[in-house]
């Protein structure tokens, strides 16, 4: 099932995806993705779900499959281990922007459902991403 998940992030050495992701539909993700880099490209990233695990430093997307992650389920994810994040992901996440970044940029942003929610996770100190399924 294509879509996105809005995804905090906490901590960096391992990366958590919190349990708090909110599941879009595409229409959903790519509007939200679109207002966010109304205030700055980097905002609100995207990045394919299937390329973020990977156990090959030559090579993305070649780790457990993406359904590893359980992203539907109620649980934090740590991205160690099994699933250990890919060379590609490692890159894509150190250059989310900080929290303090994020909260900057984003104060022109209309107070929409989704805007609230990410406001929230920026003040709580965690980074934030779109996850795409495909």
Do not use: N
């Amino acid at each position: 099932m294509s879509g996105y998940w809005l995804t905090p992030i906490q901590g960096e050495d391992p990366a958590v995806l919190s349990k708090e992701r909110i599941r879009l539909s595409p229409e959903e993700g790519d509007a939200l993705r679109r207002l966010a880099a109304e205030a700055h490209p980097r905002l609100l990233p995207s990045f394919k779900l299937g390329m973020l695990l990977g156990d090959d430093e030559d090579a993305c997307g070649f780790g457990p499959p993406a359904e590893a992650l359980r992203l539907d389920e109620d649980v934090d994810v740590a991205l160690t281990g099994p699933l250990a994040v890919s060379h590609c992901g490692a890159a894509f996440l150190d250059r989310l922007l900080s929290p303090a970044e994020a909260l900057a940029l984003a104060a022109a942003l209309p107070p929409v459902s989704h805007v609230r929610t990410l406001l929230g996770w920026w003040r709580e100190g965690k980074q934030a991403m779109l996850l795409k399924e495909e």
